[in-house]
C-alpha cells in the first residue's frame, strides 16, 4: 500500500481497486476562485491522475478570505488565479500533473475545454458560464458536478446521470441569481461544505458507486438543508439534453464578447480571436500614459483614466471601476490607439 493514499485506501468504499481509478482521472475544474481552490487540493491530495483548472481572473484582496491556495504575495505578484493555484498544488503533490489555462471560456472553446476530460466540476461564479459547461457535458456525455455558493448558503446537483434532468432543464425552478458574494457576501465555511459534497460526489462516480442525483441546498448560519428529487422536472423537449438537443449556450452566434463580471465593477472586453497580443510591446507602447505598469508572462495590469486595467494573453480586457460598456469600450480604445 502507498503511504500516501493509505488512509484513503483502508476507506472500504474505495479500497486499492478505487484509488487506481481515481489515479488515472482527468478531472475539469472551470474556475480557480472560492470552490475551486477548495475542490482542487481536495483532489490533489487525493492523488487523481491530472487536473485541469481553467480561470479567467487575476487575484485580488478580496480574495484571500475564503480561497484558501492564495498567499498575499500571489496579490502583490498579480497573478491569475489558475497561474498561483498551479504553484501551490505542484508544492502539495508533485506527482500530480496539473495544468492550467488562463482563458475565459466561451462557446469557441468549451467543447475543446470539456472533451477527453473524466468530469467536469463546476466552480464558476455566473449562470452563463454554468450553462456552457452544461451543454458542453450533455453533447459530449461527461458528468458535470455543480456547485455554487452565496452568503451562508450552497448548491449543489450532479448533472449527467440517467434520465435526470439537466441544468437547462431546472432553469426556471432554481432561485433566482439576484444576490452574488459581492452583494451578500460569503463565509468560508459553507465553501468547504459545497466543496465537500461536490468531491464526494466525484470519489463514488470515480469509484463505481451510485451518486446522490439529488439537489441539495442547505444554509450553514440557518441550519436549513433539504435534499429534493428534481427527477420529475426533466423536460422532454429540452433544447440542452433531450432527443433533439440543440445545445444553444454552445452556439457561437450566442455568445458576448463584452460582459459585466458578475457582481463586480468591471466590465470585461475580448478582442477577436485574430488579433494578437504581444504583452512586452503593449507594456512599453503604454508606459509613458499609465501608472501602476505590472507586466507578466501572463498579463499586463496598469491604472489609466482612474481606473484598473488588466490585458491577458489571450486577448480579454478587464476595466474596472464601472459598468458602462461603452465607457469601457472608449477606456480600451484610448488606451490601445
Not at 119 to 126: F, G, P, Q, Y
Not at 324 to 334: F, H, L, N, P, Q
Amino acid at each position: 500500500m502507498n503511504s500516501r493514499y493509505s488512509r484513503q485506501e483502508l476507506f472500504e468504499p474505495i479500497g486499492e481497486k478505487g484509488q487506481k481509478k481515481i489515479s488515472q482521472a482527468h478531472i475539469l475544474i472551470i474556475g480557480a476562485g472560492a470552490l475551486g481552490s477548495a475542490s482542487a487540493e481536495m483532489l490533489i491530495r487525493a492523488g487523481v491522475g491530472k487536473l485541469t483548472i481553467v480561470d479567467r481572473d487575476i487575484l485580488d484582496w478580496s480574495n484571500l478570505q475564503r480561497q484558501q491556495l492564495y498567499t498575499e504575495k500571489d496579490v502583490i505578484d498579480q497573478l491569475p488565479k489558475a497561474v498561483a493555484a498551479k504553484k501551490r498544488l505542484s508544492e502539495i503533490n508533485s506527482t500530480v500533473d496539473v495544468e492550467t489555462i488562463v482563458a475565459d471560456v466561451t462557446a469557441d472553446n468549451a467543447e475543446e475545454l470539456v472533451c477527453g476530460k473524466t468530469l467536469i466540476v463546476d466552480a464558476t461564479d455566473n449562470i452563463e458560464t454554468r450553462l456552457l459547461m452544461n451543454d458542453a457535458s450533455r453533447k459530449l456525455d461527461i458528468p458535470f458536478f455543480m456547485g455554487a455558493v452565496v452568503a451562508s448558503y450552497g448548491l449543489t446537483y450532479p448533472i449527467g446521470f440517467g434520465e435526470r434532468p439537466c441544468l437547462h432543464c431546472l432553469l426556471n425552478t432554481l432561485p433566482p441569481q439576484t444576490l452574488t458574494c459581492d452583494t451578500a457576501g460569503v463565509i468560508g465555511p459553507i465553501i468547504q461544505m459545497v466543496a465537500a459534497h461536490q468531491v464526494t460526489n466525484v470519489f463514488k462516480y470515480l469509484v463505481g458507486e451510485e451518486v446522490d442525483s439529488n439537489l441539495k441546498s442547505f444554509d450553514l448560519w440557518t441550519g436549513d438543508q433539504a435534499a429534493i428529487d428534481v427527477s420529475s422536472l426533466r423536460r422532454s423537449d429540452c433544447p440542452s439534453c433531450s432527443k433533439d438537443a440543440i445545445f444553444p449556450f454552445l452556439s457561437k452566434e450566442n455568445q458576448t464578447r463584452t460582459a459585466v463580471l458578475c457582481g463586480r465593477d468591471t466590465v470585461q472586453l475580448t478582442w477577436p480571436k485574430d488579433r494578437k497580443v504581444e504583452l512586452r510591446q503593449l507594456a512599453e507602447a503604454i508606459h509613458p500614459i499609465v501608472t501602476g505598469l505590472i507586466c507578466n508572462m501572463h498579463l499586463v495590469a496598469c491604472i489609466f483614466n482612474g481606473h484598473r486595467i488588466v490585458l491577458f494573453r489571450d486577448g480579454r480586457m478587464l476595466v474596472h471601476g464601472t459598468k458602462d460598456v461603452v465607457k469601457a469600450k472608449t477606456i480600451a480604445a484610448k488606451l490601445m490607439g
